[in-house]
């Protein structure tokens, strides 16, 4: 798209933030989003229609949901009010109401869109309250949100507003941006490795992009730089900048160093990785997904305590956020590396897969089929199953789960480590005794 803007009057540009002074005025300067507001997107498309609706904006931070909100009020001339989900309450919604009554029964008859940003974060009865006014059409009701909206809007407001979802900006898109700022003259000369520093910084967030080349920007004219290097933009910058590029190859180093120490049962090095990757900027929620990971794949039934914990630990973080959340990742981290190892059910699931992509699609036996009705009774589904409960110890030795002729495959073979020490020893009491059911079969007269 094309990045040419009007820039705002100088009187008040000068002490506005570059986020700002950047903000489109138009559809045409929107950087990025294209699979929502491309000629023929959804989202291009309500624009052009000329009629508002409701809808939720979701997607990460920084990708543009309060400048495509802003500019949806003012493609309809409608009346703007930006309400804080963080700071606000049913107080703030009144008021909305309050004003879009004005608007709607003064001599403009002017349309208000309401804004919500981090709708997620109010309650029930905070985004029930919107519901009538919505149905109404007293105003356009527009959400934005970081959270999968399934999970944290009403399902009454959900069903009355359309879903976008807002993409993180790309390595091509935020590029544009830094070329923006120094079209507006707002960033001297920069070589291109320092454009790729804090492209992989901004990790697709435009906000943050903006806001560290406003730093920049500061810093250069204090010192009267020329032009920006990469050397003289790490010194500058310090801690606040990632010491590896997320989604580059020294990102995938650091977790593979963490998953390895893990793995390796050594906790010192666990956690040493663990706090290199949330110093370095990882997203904590990215961690909580690979510790479940961790705990699936190299633990399993050696100990199933850590699945569990390892979800406590997403769940923990979730509520407490940064950085007291970040402890309970810790906990995790030390747990997985000293409980006991086994990668059985990692390997039984892979061998599982491999066979049956190359395998056949074998029919279900009929006495394990299920017969809901009469007639699949009278074709004998379900007939000659044995109950497992009704039989000793509450298992039918001899009987066979498999598809007919298909030998067992053996997937599973747990290790002699933690919990699948006891499993080890139940599968093979159990093999026994199938072994000793088979062999005392009566033939069929």
């Given at each position: 798209?094309?990045?040419s803007?009007s820039?705002?009057?100088?009187?008040t540009?000068?002490?506005?933030?570059?986020?700002?002074?950047l903000?489109?005025?138009?559809l045409?300067?929107?950087?990025?989003?294209?699979?929502?507001?491309?000629?023929?997107?959804?989202?291009r498309?309500?624009?052009?229609?000329?009629?508002?609706?409701?809808?939720?904006?979701?997607?990460?931070?920084?990708?543009?949901?309060?400048?495509i909100?802003?500019?949806?009020?003012?493609?309809?001339?409608?009346?703007?009010?930006?309400?804080?989900?963080?700071?606000g309450?049913?107080?703030?919604?009144?008021?909305?109401?309050?004003?879009?009554?004005?608007?709607?029964?003064?001599?403009?008859q002017?349309?208000?869109?309401?804004?919500?940003?981090?709708?997620?974060?109010?309650?029930?009865?905070?985004?029930?309250?919107?519901?009538?006014?919505?149905?109404?059409?007293?105003?356009?009701?527009?959400g934005?949100t970081?959270?999968?909206?399934?999970?944290?809007?009403?399902?009454?407001?959900?069903?009355?507003?359309?879903?976008y979802?807002?993409?993180?900006?790309?390595?091509e898109?935020?590029?544009?941006?830094?070329?923006?700022?120094q079209?507006?003259?707002?960033?001297?000369?920069?070589?291109?490795?320092?454009?790729?520093?804090?492209?992989?910084?901004?990790?697709?967030?435009?906000?943050?992009?903006?806001?560290t080349?406003?730093?920049?920007?500061?810093?250069?004219?204090?010192?009267?730089?020329?032009?920006?290097?990469?050397?003289?933009?790490?010194?500058?910058?310090?801690?606040?900048?990632?010491?590896?590029?997320?989604?580059?190859?020294?990102?995938?180093d650091?977790?593979?160093?963490?998953?390895?120490?893990?793995?390796?049962?050594?906790?010192?090095?666990?956690?040493?990785?663990?706090?290199r990757?949330?110093?370095?900027?990882?997203?904590?929620?990215?961690?909580?997904?690979?510790?479940?990971?961790?705990?699936?794949?190299?633990?399993?039934?050696?100990?199933?305590?850590?699945?569990r914990?390892?979800?406590?630990?997403?769940?923990?973080?979730?509520?407490?956020?940064?950085?007291?959340?970040?402890?309970?990742?810790?906990?995790c981290?030390?747990?997985?590396?000293?409980?006991?190892?086994?990668?059985?059910?990692?390997?039984?699931?892979?061998?599982?897969?491999?066979?049956?992509?190359q395998?056949g699609?074998?029919?279900?036996?009929?006495?394990?089929?299920?017969?809901?009705?009469?007639?699949?009774?009278?074709?004998?589904?379900?007939?000659?199953?044995?109950?497992?409960?009704?039989?000793?110890?509450?298992?039918?030795?001899?009987?066979?789960?498999?598809?007919?002729?298909?030998?067992?495959?053996?997937?599973?073979?747990?290790?002699?480590?933690?919990?699948?020490?006891?499993?080890?020893?139940?599968?093979?009491g159990?093999r026994e005794?199938?072994?000793?059911?088979?062999?005392?079969?009566?033939?069929?007269?």
């Amino acid at each position: 798209m094309s990045t040419s803007r009007s820039s705002p009057p100088p009187s008040t540009a000068a002490h506005q933030p570059l986020a700002e002074r950047l903000r489109p005025r138009t559809l045409g300067e929107v950087i990025g989003q294209q699979q929502v507001l491309g000629p023929g997107m959804p989202l291009r498309l309500a624009f052009e229609s000329g009629r508002p609706h409701s809808c939720i904006l979701w997607g990460p931070p920084g990708v543009g949901k309060t400048t495509i909100a802003r500019l949806m009020a003012d493609a309809f001339d409608a009346q703007f009010i930006s309400i804080s989900a963080v700071l606000g309450g049913v107080k703030d919604i009144r008021e909305a109401v309050e004003r879009a009554e004005l608007a709607r029964d003064g001599l403009m008859q002017q349309r208000t869109i309401v804004f919500v940003d981090e709708v997620h974060r109010f309650n029930k009865s905070q985004q029930d309250a919107f519901l009538p006014h919505v149905e109404s059409g007293l105003f356009t009701f527009i959400g934005a949100t970081t959270e999968n909206p399934s999970f944290e809007v009403n399902s009454a407001l959900l069903s009355r507003a359309a879903v976008y979802v807002l993409q993180p900006l790309s390595a091509e898109d935020l590029q544009q941006l830094v070329a923006l700022a120094q079209q507006q003259g707002a960033l001297p000369a920069i070589e291109q490795a320092a454009i790729d520093r804090l492209v992989a910084y901004a990790d697709g967030d435009a906000r943050r992009l903006l806001n560290t080349l406003e730093t920049l920007a500061m810093a250069a004219a204090q010192e009267k730089l020329s032009e920006i290097m990469d050397e003289w933009l790490l010194k500058v910058l310090g801690e606040r900048m990632r010491r590896y590029d997320k989604g580059g190859e020294q990102f995938y180093d650091t977790i593979s160093a963490l998953h390895k120490s893990v793995r390796g049962s050594d906790p010192d090095a666990a956690l040493y990785w663990l706090v290199r990757m949330l110093d370095g900027g990882a997203d904590p929620r990215y961690m909580a997904r690979r510790l479940v990971r961790m705990a699936s794949e190299d633990i399993g039934l050696a100990d199933p305590r850590a699945l569990r914990l390892a979800l406590d630990a997403a769940e923990g973080y979730e509520r407490l956020g940064t950085p007291e959340g970040e402890l309970a990742l810790a906990e995790c981290v030390v747990y997985l590396a000293v409980a006991p190892k086994s990668n059985a059910v990692y390997k039984a699931y892979n061998a599982a897969r491999a066979w049956v992509k190359q395998d056949g699609t074998r029919p279900v036996p009929m006495h394990l089929r299920n017969a809901p009705t009469k007639l699949m009774k009278q074709l004998d589904y379900g007939k000659g199953y044995r109950y497992a409960h009704d039989e000793e110890d509450g298992f039918a030795a001899g009987e066979n789960y498999l598809p007919e002729g298909m030998a067992q495959p053996g997937f599973y073979q747990p290790v002699e480590r933690g919990l699948e020490i006891k499993i080890a020893q139940k599968l093979r009491g159990l093999r026994e005794r199938n072994a000793i059911a088979d062999d005392t079969v009566l033939p069929e007269e």
